[in-house]
């Protein structure tokens, strides 16, 4: 076993510094963020965004990422920070190139084109406002069902009687 090194800076307390791993190692969450240079939570989420990440689980719901799925991340990664695509860009890459192209790009050996301007205007919108009529089905619902209310209240408010003004100062 090494010997560990003192630290030249303070010449107190030695210090033990972590061996390489190979590059067929896993990683932990933390080495692999580390190495994308992302916090934790963002390859957490991109987990749930993004169904080919899975990495291994062990015990405690520890997650150790092999080298296919840095790869993975990585070419995520790029498309996002580095192409400026969308989520829903990214997924659509992956769904029409495949796991295998978007691991290339996280090697640097392939380059997916850049979004095109109207698929990223597109994509940012919810399907039905995509449409054009400026509502999402759940907001006419809502908004039917408010008209339908207000006009029962002008029903009501129509049958209702007023009590007679006083005629004076009594």
Do not use: N
Not at 110 to 133: I, T
Not at 138 to 162: K, P
């Amino acid at each position: 076993m090494e010997e560990p090194k003192a630290d030249p800076r303070d010449g107190e307390e030695p210090v033990r510094e972590a061996p390489e791993k190979s590059a067929g190692a896993f990683r932990t969450i933390k080495e692999a963020a580390d190495e994308l240079d992302v916090p934790q939570h963002v390859l957490r989420f991109w987990e749930t965004r993004f169904a080919q990440i899975r990495p291994v689980k062990r015990a405690g719901g520890r997650r150790y990422y092999r080298p296919d799925d840095l790869d993975l991340l990585k070419g995520i990664k790029r498309l996002l920070h580095g192409q400026g695509y969308t989520i829903k860009g990214a997924q659509r890459v992956l769904r029409e190139r495949g796991l295998r192209f978007v691991q290339s790009v996280g090697r640097g050996e392939a380059v997916a084109a850049a979004p095109s301007l109207q698929d990223a205007e597109h994509e940012a919108l919810p399907a039905d406002l995509a449409s054009g009529d400026g509502l999402t089905a759940e907001q006419r619902t809502v908004l039917v069902d408010a008209l339908a209310d207000l006009r029962a209240c002008r029903t009501a408010l129509a049958g209702l009687r007023l009590p007679p003004e006083p005629i004076g100062d009594a």
